[in-house]
């Protein structure tokens, strides 16, 4: 792929971007047995989306080479042909580094490196500079710094002499140069720090969890693949002020924010991190805490680019990252997806043809301009009240504390001041039942 030379690319600052030639192997052999992509046509989609990666990170994507092959070759992932083709590229178009769109065992990281005498990255190492760059929390920093350790642990021999002529950029970023000239035993104690660290803000966020199961307030987390517009979506309904751009991994830490329902009921809405094919193992690993919020809400919220032609791999990849959460069918949440960015669609009359048959409820919306979000607030609010308790019940004057218990956490459909007492009509939380010195048998 030929490309302008003369062009200077410059990141915000000023500095020269990274010039990044980007490869893949087309292979049907090794794509049925992985459930991944099985021609040319699908290894040219995901390749896009390593372009649109690299551009999240700060790189510029100067050329493309696929390989349709048997299988994938051990020695350097690719044929020594097309090694070679691959190098007279690197001259050819001036880059700076090579990326591959899987992830490369440390003896194929190695052996390009020694054939191409360039920096070589994979797709985990791209994904893995995003997460350490986006993350801003302390627990973010955290579970990306325990992937990033995790993966170069099983690297160094590999990865050590390009880093340590790199002189930063993208795959060094996170826990810094330093980790170059430390051996597996240091990686080891750090990363034995680490999941110590995460232990104790694994205990407060189960605490917090366990103080929102007392209150009683409904919890529905949104989640999708990267940049189906979640955060948008969050800001919308909850005016949470959320960074969204149109960029993968735009926003990193979880987002969790109140909102009040029409019918007066409290809401938490939580934003998680956003899926994406190929999502690194560790990744996975170290953010299983962050990600589980979705277990333990009571309605999961499925956000989908509409106007993405990968729609349907997108929707079964996020299945699919639900299911090694244990996050499934079998998990009982209802699931309502979205299908976002209808603004995005011209032919409006096909949009009921889009559907997601795995879903409980599905509505096409628009959160950046609001279309369809009031039916999907209604949706959402009708799902809650059905797996609430309905009350009819008059408190005497003594109790009327327990009406504000009502208010704070229920529906209330009817409140009457009688001469007995406060007569209520309302759906309410099962948790709550007791604290109103009621059980079910009490509904009137």
């Known amino acids: ?20 030639i980007i490869f893949a192997a087309a292979i049907d052999g090794y794509t049925k047995n992985h459930g991944d992509y099985s021609d040319k046509e699908d290894v040219d989609k995901s390749l896009d989306e390593l372009t649109e990666l690299l551009d999240t990170a700060g790189a510029v994507t100067v050329g493309r080479l696929v ?4 299988k994938i070759a051990n020695d350097l992932y690719l044929g020594s042909g097309k090694v070679a083709e691959l190098r007279e590229m690197i001259s050819e178009l001036d880059a700076t580094g090579v990326c591959c769109d899987d992830e490369l065992s440390p003896a194929q990281l190695m052996n390009l490196q020694d054939a191409l005498d360039i920096k070589v990255m994979d797709r985990t190492m791209v994904i893995l500079d995003i997460f350490a760059s986006h993350a801003g929390s302390y627990e973010g920093k955290l579970q990306v710094e325990l992937a990033q350790l995790k993966f170069r642990a099983t690297r160094l021999v590999g990865m050590r002499a390009s880093l340590s002529r790199l002189g930063g950029g993208i795959g060094t970023r996170g826990p810094g140069e330093k980790k170059l000239e430390i051996d597996r035993r240091v990686i080891k104690d750090r990363i034995s720090r680490l999941k110590s660290e995460l232990r104790d803000v694994v205990l407060q966020r189960e605490q917090q969890r366990k103080q929102r199961e007392r209150s009683a307030i409904p919890v529905i987390s949104i989640v999708g693949y990267t940049n189906a517009g979640k955060s948008t979506l969050l800001n919308k309904i909850t005016g949470a002020g959320v960074l969204s751009e149109d960029k993968l991994f735009a926003t990193l830490d979880p987002t969790t924010r109140s ?54 791999r997108n929707i079964e990849t996020v299945y699919d990252i639900l299911r090694k959460l244990n996050v499934d069918e079998k998990s009982g949440k209802p699931v309502i997806t979205v299908f976002n960015k209808t603004d995005c669609i011209e032919n409006r009359d096909s949009l009921g043809d889009i559907k997601d048959l795995k879903a409980d409820r599905t509505h096409y919306i628009s959160a950046q301009t609001g ?23 008059t408190f005497s004057y003594a109790e009327a504390g327990k009406t504000g ?37 009490d509904e009137e």
Do not use: W
């Not at 792929?1 to 990044?20: L, P, Q």
């Not at 390989?67 to 048997?70: F, K």
């Not at 208010?407 to 759906?427: N, P």
């Open 371 to 393: 279309e369809g979000i009031e039916a999907l607030i209604m949706d959402i609010e009708e799902i809650l009240r059905n797996q609430k308790s309905y009350i009819r019940h």
């Open 67 to 70: 390989q349709s092959r048997d």
């Open 1 to 20: 792929m030929a490309a302008d030379k003369s062009r200077i690319y410059e990141t915000e600052n000023g500095t020269e971007k990274e010039r990044i």
């Open 259 to 312: 909102c009040q329902l029409p019918g007066g009921s409290k809401v938490l809405f939580t934003d998680t991190v956003g899926f994406i094919r190929k999502l690194p193992h560790h990744l996975i690993e170290a953010f299983k805490s962050t990600l589980e919020e979705a277990k333990y809400s009571d309605i999961i919220l499925h956000v989908v680019d509409i106007s993405d032609e990968n729609i349907d």
């Open 405 to 441: 218990i009502i208010h704070k956490y229920g529906e209330v459909l009817t409140e009457e001041y009688l001469e007995d007492g406060i007569f209520i009509e309302a759906y309410v939380p099962r948790a709550v039942l007791g604290r109103l010195g009621l059980d079910v048998s």
